[in-house]
């Protein structure tokens, strides 16, 4: 079993920055680990993932060139770090990790998440 407990969120203006954590533990073998978010009256979205036997990283196209993905596979962590956020960047956002995940975006393909945390960004 695999728990991951996500940190870093927070309430920031459009433009500024937040780091996102995720701690893995347990059984962490994975073979895709991932973003998602959600917003209030919305579905989950994939926000990013890595797969960890290349190294293969996935953006959504919302958030290309402003979130960068990344693991510390020696402390079981992931992080995303996200700059120029904008408003509609708010919502719950959630750490997932999955052992047979073929498409990144889909969360049915996950079998482990976090509780998430809140990122919220004023204009």
């Known amino acids: 079993q695999v728990q991951l407990v996500e940190s870093g969120g927070g309430s920031v203006q459009a433009g500024g920055s937040l780091r996102l954590s995720c701690v893995a533990s347990?059984?962490?073998?994975?073979?895709?680990m991932a973003w998602f978010r959600q917003a209030p009256g919305k579905e989950r979205e994939g926000v990013a993932a890595?797969?960890?036997?290349?190294?293969?990283?996935y953006y959504a196209d919302s958030v290309k060139g402003r979130f960068t993905i990344s693991r510390d596979d020696a402390k079981n962590m992931l992080f995303l770090q996200m700059n120029s956020l904008k408003p509609e960047d708010t919502g719950m956002y959630f750490c997932?990790?999955?052992?047979?995940?073929?498409?990144?975006?889909?969360?049915?393909?996950?079998?482990?998440w976090g509780q998430g945390t809140q990122v919220t960004v004023a204009s």
């Open positions: 997932a990790a999955g052992s047979r995940v073929t498409r990144w975006v889909t969360s049915d393909q996950y079998n482990h």
């Open positions: 890595f797969y960890t036997r290349y190294g293969s990283i």
């Open positions: 347990g059984d962490t073998y994975s073979n895709c």
